[in-house]
């Protein structure tokens, strides 16, 4: 069964499949989702399906920053991409702005931070028939100032909201997508599975290093439902290193299981793309002087379109097939010296993470932990839709 929220972007994804323009779709949208009652077995989806013959790459977050411009370079190089989004009218909005041709992409609703919405997106996935060669887990939450710093807010399902969202949300979605990304496999595709990672986790990096740094304990705080992993007090800027170090683990622990599942796992730190909404909660004074910062100062800066295009290198090149590595970037990543010496902006390397990113038996305990607080009894076996359904309607 759908969560209302889901079934509410339901009825505004099928509205916007017949929509002539954002403008007119958001009138429409309010018409259909005032008279439209969505059955519970309908997709939160819009437009076709991905066509067989094109790759198919999911994208969480594809309405803004990173996720928003890969979509733009992968479509660019023939791709079809599925956008997991949780404001359906926004993605709608962009896709316009950036000229995405109509059949290239499709909108699904996804709350990362709801673990029945990352459910309900995977069966409307299922019920369309959609391929899944490269699933990029992009989106993310980062509250580093304000309120919400100090005073930790919670998801329904009991998560702190920067780990439900970061981690915990991809965490299921992996699980889910597991079986397409396996029949993608078997079909020859390379699939791929590629974990938004950052410098702010690895405490080897100039970033990671500054207060509060990334710690995640012994898991205790995580397995128990403190506010942080390690049961210190709250602070929404760790939260958010946290997260990402858990989602640079997960991938050294699925790159440790499923090594030959034939996906390639990877992670990546883009660069600093100083102006994307991850700082949308930071203060004023430190979203004007960021970007100064990073441009003029350390060299990291990298645009929205730049950045993209890295991501989808990840994606798509042969030159990133190697399964179980964490990318970076000379001149404009975290290498200061190289950031004013290196000319070549666009090629990926093999990047060495923090000992904490490749402690082994942290990542084995982090999976362990996440599937029970995911509900997962075999990872990468979901209930098949059917199943599942029935199980709600019996309950
Ligand atoms: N910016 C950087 O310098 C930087 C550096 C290193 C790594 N990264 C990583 O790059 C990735 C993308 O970040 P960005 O800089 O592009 O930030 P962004 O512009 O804020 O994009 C984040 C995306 O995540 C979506 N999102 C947030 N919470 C969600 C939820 N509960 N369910 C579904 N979607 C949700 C947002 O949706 P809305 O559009 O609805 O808000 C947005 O589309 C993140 O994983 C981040 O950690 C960024």
Redesign the pocket.
Known sequence: MLAPSAKLYNARARANVRAPSVRAARRHVAARAAVDTPSATSPATSSSSSPSSKRTVVI??????????AANSLIKNGWHVVC????FA??EM?ATQMNFPKDSFSVYH?????QK?VRAFAEALQVDGVNVDVLI??????LPSGRARWHPQFTADGFE?SM???HL?HFKLVHELFPLLKASAEAGRKPRCII?????GNTNTVAGQVPPKANLGDLSGLAEGAPLADKSLFDGAKA?KD??LC?MLTMRELENRYNDSGIIFSS?????????????NHTNVFRFLFPLLQKNLTKGY?S?EE?GER?ATIAESEDTAESGQYWAWRGGGDDLVENYNTKDRGTPIKNQPSTDVQDDAKAKKLFEISMDLCNISEFGAPAPVAAAKSKVSTA
């Open positions: 969480t977050g594809a309405s803004s920053g990173l996720g928003l411009n997991a989004v949780r404001d926004k993605m962009k996804c709350d990362l931070a709801s919405s887990c992009n989106a993310a939450l980062y909201l439900a969202s970061n949300g938004l990672g950052s410098v702010t958010y997260s990402k989602n990546l730190y883009p660069g600093c793309i100083a102006e994307t909404g991850l700082f949308r990298v929205e950045a991501l």
